[in-house]
């Protein structure tokens, strides 16, 4: 079947290797329509000349009030920490041992897993997020449970099970060759299933033994295509411990590097406190980074050098990390990306912003040819935004001085009210219910 959206719409054309060059790439269709075919994009343009290519008995939903723009992509998420976002007073290494170890475990029980994958799934999108990074646990039953969640919705989902050997709890630990062959037999069944994408999740450095990243290694060398996920330089402590358990290595990120899992599809999240040799081997091997400024605000890890990703050419997604991230929403991850640039002397414009959350997003996980903006034969997934959610918002955007600003007050009041509808692979899988305020 064929549907088509009318609408206004808002888009960034081209990856981009400055972020000076965003500006020129990005496309605003004041009156357009989309057409979509199976899931993907048959047709993009303005109204008029789209009018014509529309079949006869193609069905039209019309939006002339909202702002549709890709979806967005969250580079890094933990979907068993749900339950768990605002938990009190700890920095990384003790926030793990205090809260997630005692969180995660619950997962062992596969109905419990269904319960919150489910929940985690119907969040994201009705914050508009229609393609995640995803840390599950270190049990196969949580990873079965989301991607159940996610194939229900034909939703493109890359997740994986954590590996852990060491320096956790007994119940959340596997040994280097379980984690072997859980992961094999789950990439097996998962990877490239519908839109399904596999991640090797090594949980980081201090929890899994020499063995088990060689295992690691080993598995991501039989299976090129899968990703690797996984955490690096996020809390001065936790590189301490590092240099402690891997002395013979030069660096935090050379660990993962000596065993075969840095490359185009390793995503390391936060990577706040980077030494100038490790971001010219993120460089040298294509890895990307997750930026999650919620999380590193939250726990206090650090202020991320967001403009040296552009200097070193490091690809660069934007990441909400839940649960010591604080918000689902992109749009609130973005309003403290922004906060965070300031501290820094730095600048985030609206347009950068929108980027990182979809496009620049996309080629973090090397799916730029196939997600993020709204070329011809891409997959179908967007979001339909409200901009005049609350009061506020309405007197802020009536003083609107064009897309640019209006696109950057709603970063900084926006959240779930202003997330109108959400469609993935072409079907609106989640419209917001008529409300006040
Ligand atoms: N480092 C190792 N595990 C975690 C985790 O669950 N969350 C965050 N933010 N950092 C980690
Ligand atoms: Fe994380």
Redesign the pocket.
């Known amino acids: 079947a064929t549907t088509a959206i009318r609408g206004r719409f808002l888009d960034i054309q081209n990856t981009v290797a400055q972020a000076r060059d965003i500006h020129d790439q990005v496309r605003y269709v004041e009156d357009g329509i989309v057409i979509i075919h199976e899931g993907k994009i048959q047709w993009f343009g303005p109204w008029q000349e789209g009018q014509s290519r529309l079949p006869t008995n193609a069905e039209l939903q019309h939006y002339p009030d909202q702002l549709i723009v890709p979806g967005f992509i969250d580079t890094h998420i ?1 979907f068993p ?1 749900t339950e768990m976002v605002g938990a009190y007073g700890e920095q ?1 290494l003790e926030w ?1 041992n205090t809260y ?1 170890f005692p969180t995660e475990i619950q997962f062992q029980d596969a109905s419990y897993s269904e319960k919150i994958a489910e929940f985690f799934v119907q969040e994201l999108l009705k914050n508009g997020t229609t393609t995640a990074l995803v ?1 599950c646990t270190v049990h196969p039953e949580s990873v079965d449970a989301l991607f159940n969640a996610a194939t229900m919705r034909n939703m493109r989902l890359i997740a994986g099970k954590v590996l852990m050997d060491r320096h956790a709890p007994e119940a959340l630990t596997d040994t280097a060759e379980t984690a072997y062959t859980d992961s094999k037999a789950l990439i097996e069944k998962w990877h490239g299933q519908g839109r399904n994408l596999y991640a090797i999740t090594p ?2 450095a201090p ?1 899994s033994t020499p063995e088990q990243l060689q295992k690691a290694g080993q598995l991501k060398a039989e299976y090129p295509d899968v990703y690797v996920h996984t ?1 690096l330089s ?1 809390n001065k402590n ?1 590189i301490a411990w590092v240099k402690e358990l891997f002395p013979e290595r030069e660096s935090y990120l050379d660990v993962y590097h000596h065993y075969g899992l840095t490359g185009s599809k390793s995503v390391f ?2 990577c706040v406190h980077l030494e100038d040799e490790e971001w010219d081997c993120m460089h040298q091997t294509d890895s990307a980074i997750a930026f ?1 400024p919620t ?1 590193n605000l939250f ?1 206090g890890s650090g202020l991320f050098p967001l403009k040296k990703t552009w200097d070193k050419g490091v690809k660069v997604g934007l990441g909400t ?1 839940i ?2 991230g604080t918000s689902f929403n992109q749009l609130q991850t973005l309003n403290e990306a922004y906060k965070v640039q300031q501290l820094q002397d730095e600048k985030l414009s609206a347009f950068e912003a929108l980027y990182h959350a979809t496009l620049g997003g996309a080629k973090a996980l090397s799916l730029d040819d196939r997600l993020g903006n709204f070329n011809i034969g891409k997959e179908a997934d967007f979001v339909v935004l409200n901009l005049n959610a609350t009061a506020l918002q309405q007197l802020r955007q009536s003083r609107a001085k064009n897309i640019e600003d209006a696109f950057f007050a709603l970063t900084m009041l926006g959240d779930d009210r202003n997330i109108a509808a959400t469609y993935v692979y072409g079907v609106a899988v989640y419209v917001k219910a008529a409300a006040s305020e």
């Open positions: 933990h920490q990384l793990l997630t840390f949980r980081f929890t955490h996020e936790e999240a936060h999650c999380s726990l990390d649960g010591a």
